[in-house]
């Protein structure tokens, strides 16, 4: 039988296998390291952004932090976290830590802890010791 015109494009409707959800499975894989386009693929979405998405819907219905789009360095600590902990833990000027750490300026360090402390919800890190140029 020829369906409907119009009908031949709508799909079932996708029924969850067990007890983790899609949305999770990305969330953790993610995690773990994957890329989101390794998770897409293996997961069966048709692009990197609609596994994005189902990431971020967990993590909003779930509670948890939002993941950062960048892949984490998994065991190791990522660029944004040794910024953040220079700065916070040991009081380096921002651009003693972009010299460290490999940023173009200061201005690049301090935007990249920032965004560390935003993704894993830690307080900002500390402005002082604050030199006043005279």
Request: no cysteine.
């Amino acid at each position: 039988m020829i369906p409907p015109i119009g009908m031949a494009e709508l799909k079932p409707p996708r029924i969850s296998q067990g007890p983790a959800s899609r949305g999770q499975k990305v969330y953790e894989m993610r995690v773990e390291g994957h890329t989101w386009q390794e998770i897409a693929d293996k997961l069966g979405f048709s692009d990197r952004s609609n596994a994005i998405a189902s990431a971020k819907l967990y993590a909003i219905k779930s509670g948890k932090p939002q993941l950062s789009r960048r892949a984490r360095s998994h065991g190791k600590r990522t660029k944004r976290q040794l910024a953040y902990e220079l700065r916070d833990q040991w009081g380096f000027g921002w651009d003693t830590i972009a010299q460290f750490a490999g940023y173009r300026n200061g201005g690049a360090a301090r935007y990249s802890a920032h965004h560390h402390a935003a993704d894993y919800q830690l307080p900002l890190p500390r402005e002082w010791p604050r030199f006043h140029r005279r």
